[in-house]
């Protein structure tokens, strides 16, 4: 409870420090909270702002997911299988320092403007986040365990889903932690072009319109869509990783 | 029966190849129990390897008649921390395909047996060192072994743990018939629990000597002037050998 409280004391103290800033600084380009907290209710209320919302949303996490059921497979095996690691590893080692996000032009003329695009982005930047995560947390994991998942007589099949999965995933969802911030800025990105719906595309447009209050809308919103993707990925991290919190 | 007859191992560190055993042979009565004992690096624990089949000899055999179940418990215990104690103790019958009913009655009669009730649900890391020993050698024991290896089992407890612990596996060992193999530094441990002692040289190891301990596991052996005595004779033993740091 302690935890929640500090969170909605700092909440207050922004809002605070914004309102404060926006009546200092008295411009247009610095609406005052209330001003945007009222339009956002408003268009939410209405439904204008909810389809928005609802499309990037479903962008970011459908980018997320495909860059999860991907790279952690991948990334396991290739931590946990020697010889695997040693053929791929050059290959990541090549390919994950490379700015994925110049890829746009050419991922646009394979798949086209249209959402798949925008989700493919999303997911190849993350899926090497992922990647290189995972596999590097599956290489680590101490010689016991093994020993030991032998000396019960497991399979290999039986390691992977005893031993590897879940002594990697602490650090796959700190991955996804930094994935998250990635996504929704990658989201950002790609709806400032070619689409009329998502909060990206709000964003550019009120701005081209100078309205912003509009503005400030989109990007509260884009910023509420990044907390509650934290908050969805806190709620599954205190589910599936239950005794890192208890030592 | 368990037959070493001249087993050899060694490992290759960067092209040469460095034996860690050389001509072991002895022979371990169906059971009964043995300690392997030596100094630190003699190869102590790849013996025990051998015996448990987590390694295979370069040259000689290691036969145990009857193909009998086995269960390890290793040093540092190799429990896993994302596991609660119940599901760390079934884990051995969870992977052999066990089902489920069968699973949850043996579990729950282990930790009683052990004296963990109430535990099951804790993870490794909630609870003390004692008592995450008696995790593992009840995960060892849910495969009803009729062979128990161990490789110091208790060398990270204090002594009185360590000395209730002892008792504890011995009482096991009588009550179920098992066969114990134990590897240990501590000269006390090995009296108190082996029935015949090993004793190993320093790298390569070597059998130095084999010590028949038949009073071993009788009621009160502890405080008796032959378990004394028997101490007395495996440290001038050892002593003869590079024994530093333990004595």
Redesign the interface.
């Known amino acids: 409870m302690g935890r929640k409280r500090d969170i909605l004391l700092a909440a207050l103290i922004l809002l605070g420090i914004w309102e404060v800033s926006a009546l200092l600084l008295n411009s247009m380009a610095l609406p005052e909270p209330w001003m945007v907290l009222l339009d956002s209710a408003g268009k939410i209320a209405n439904g204008s702002l909810l389809d928005d919302l609802a499309i990037s949303c479903l962008r970011a996490l459908l980018g997320i997911a495909l860059a999860l059921i991907t790279a952690v497979p991948l990334g396991l095996m290739i931590g946990a299988e020697e010889g695997l690691r040693r053929r791929l590893s050059p290959f990541i080692y090549l390919l994950y320092p490379v700015p994925h996000v110049v890829l746009l032009p050419l991922i646009i003329i394979l798949f086209g403007i249209g959402n798949f695009s925008k989700i493919f982005l999303i997911a190849l930047i993350v899926f090497f986040q992922i990647l290189v995560t995972t596999r590097d947390a599956a290489k680590n994991i101490h010689r016991n365990y093994f020993l030991a998942m032998q000396t019960l007589g497991a399979s290999r099949l039986q390691i992977y889903r005893h031993v590897i999965l879940p002594a990697t995933l602490p650090k796959i969802l700190t991955a996804m932690r930094i994935s998250i911030g990635t996504a929704v800025a990658i989201l950002f990105f790609v709806e400032s072009f070619a689409t009329t719906k998502g909060l990206g595309y709000i964003i550019m447009d009120s701005w081209g319109r100078a309205d912003y209050v509009a503005l400030y809308t989109g990007i509260s919103c884009m910023a509420a869509l990044g907390f509650g993707l934290y908050l969805l990925l806190d709620r599954v991290e205190r589910k599936v990783c239950a005794w890192t919190q208890s030592d | 029966m368990i037959t070493a007859q001249s087993a050899n191992l060694s490992f290759s560190h960067g092209g040469a190849d460095h034996p860690v055993l050389r001509e072991i042979s002895f022979q371990i009565e169906a059971e009964s129990s043995c300690a392997i004992i030596g100094p630190s690096g003699c190869g102590k624990t790849s013996l025990l390897f051998l015996l ?1 089949g ?1 390694l295979q000899p370069d040259s000689g055999t290691i036969t145990i008649a009857g193909q009998p179940r086995s ?2 418990i ?3 215990f ?6 609660t104690v119940y599901q760390n103790i079934g ?2 019958l969870v ?2 395909g066990v089902e489920k009913k069968r699973i949850q009655q043996k579990v729950e009669q282990l930790l009683i047996e052990m004296g963990l009730t109430g535990f099951g649900a ?2 490794p ?2 609870l003390s060192g004692g008592m995450q020993q008696r995790v593992a050698i009840a ?2 024991l849910a ?1 009803e072994p009729q062979i128990l ?1 161990m490789d110091e089992p208790l060398s990270s407890l204090d002594a009185l743990t360590r000395e209730r612990l002892q008792n504890l596996i011995q009482e096991i060992r009588l009550k179920k018939n098992i066969t114990m193999v134990l590897v240990t530094h501590a000269i006390e441990e090995a009296v108190f629990l082996g029935r015949r002692i090993i004793v190993l040289s320093g790298r390569p190891g070597r059998v130095l000597r084999i010590v028949d301990n038949p009073q071993a596991g009788s009621a009160d052996y502890r405080q008796s002037d032959i378990f004394f005595h028997r101490c007395v004779e495996l440290r001038e033993i050892l002593k003869g050998e590079d024994y530093g740091q333990e004595t």
């Not at chain 2, 190799?78 to 596991?83: A, D, I, S, Y």
């Open positions: 448990a987590l269960g390890t290793l040093q540092n190799g429990l896993f921390p994302w596991k884990l051995g992977l052999k804790h993870y890391g909630q995960r060892a495969v290896f």
